[in-house]
T-cell receptor, first 116, second 114 residues
Framework: EAGVAQSPRYKIIEKRQSVAFWCNPI?????LYWYQQILGQGPKLLIQ????????DSQLPKDRFSAERLKGVDSTLKIQPAKLEDSAVYLC??????????????FGPGTRLTVL | GDSVTQMEGPVTLSEEAFLTINCTYT??????LFWYVQYPGEGLQLLLK?????DKGSNKGFEATYRKETTSFHLEKGSVQVSDSAVYFC?????????????FGQGTTLQVKP
């Protein structure tokens, strides 16, 4: 079974530029998550989708971050414009069921973003 | 709000030593508890989980028991190997009002020396 795919793996941009990350979850997984992991910290949820609807985006800085999940499958996370503090690893995860707390989340390899 | 606290790292051990990484949580309701591991250069992967009080999760020689009375989920291994060197994250999900998202601790780095 293929895992969660993410691209690109690394990205370096200057502040005020825009950037987009792509995620392809495990086939058949209803729920997709985007987490931000700042160096030395645990991942923090940015946004959660159930199929193609947003379940939780309370921690997403909506003035600069946006995300969509097309047809309930792939997802794109965008930052525009980027700030220095956005330097982090962006992790995509998926789970089979819809927002069930006992469900295992499967993580992709992440995208490491450096903002100069 | 819900939170997870892990012991500070890094933890440095010799091969075959006993490992304990402490994890305590604050949550309303009855969360599920998880340990995830991040090996160098790799993504997060589930190590073990427990979904109700007194459950014991186990995998690859690691164990953790869900203790509701002490709100703890400490990770243990009887004899560590160099290959266990990684960052370990304790996490919870499914507390009251939680939609399934994981709430992570800050991570504990384990270094095992031969």
């Amino acid at each position: 079974e293929a895992g969660v795919a993410q691209s690109p793996r690394y990205k370096i941009i200057e502040k005020r530029q825009s950037v987009a990350f792509w995620c392809n979850p495990i086939s058949g997984h209803a729920t997709l998550y985007w987490y931000q992991q700042i160096l030395g910290q645990g991942p923090k949820l940015l946004i959660q989708f159930q199929n193609n609807g947003v379940v939780d985006d309370s921690q997403l800085p909506k003035d600069r971050f946006s995300a969509e999940r097309l047809k309930g499958v792939d997802s794109t996370l965008k930052i525009q414009p980027a700030k220095l503090e956005d330097s982090a690893v962006y992790l995509c995860a998926s789970s089979l069921s819809a927002g069930v707390g006992t469900d295992t989340q499967y993580f992709g390899p992440g995208t490491r973003l450096t903002v100069l | 709000g819900d939170s997870v606290t892990q012991m500070e790292g890094p933890v440095t051990l010799s091969e075959e030593a006993f490992l304990t990484i402490n994890c305590t949580y604050t949550a309303t309701g009855y969360p599920s508890l998880f340990w995830y591991v991040q090996y160098p250069g790799e993504g997060l992967q589930l190590l073990l989980k427990a979904t109700k009080a007194d459950d014991k999760g186990s995998n690859k020689g690691f164990e953790a028991t869900y203790r509701k009375e002490t709100t703890s989920f400490h990770l243990e291994k009887g004899s560590v190997q160099v290959s266990d060197s990684a960052v370990y994250f304790c996490a919870l999900s499914g507390a009251s009002g939680n939609t399934g998202k994981l709430i992570f601790g800050q991570g504990t780095t384990l270094q095992v020396k031969p």
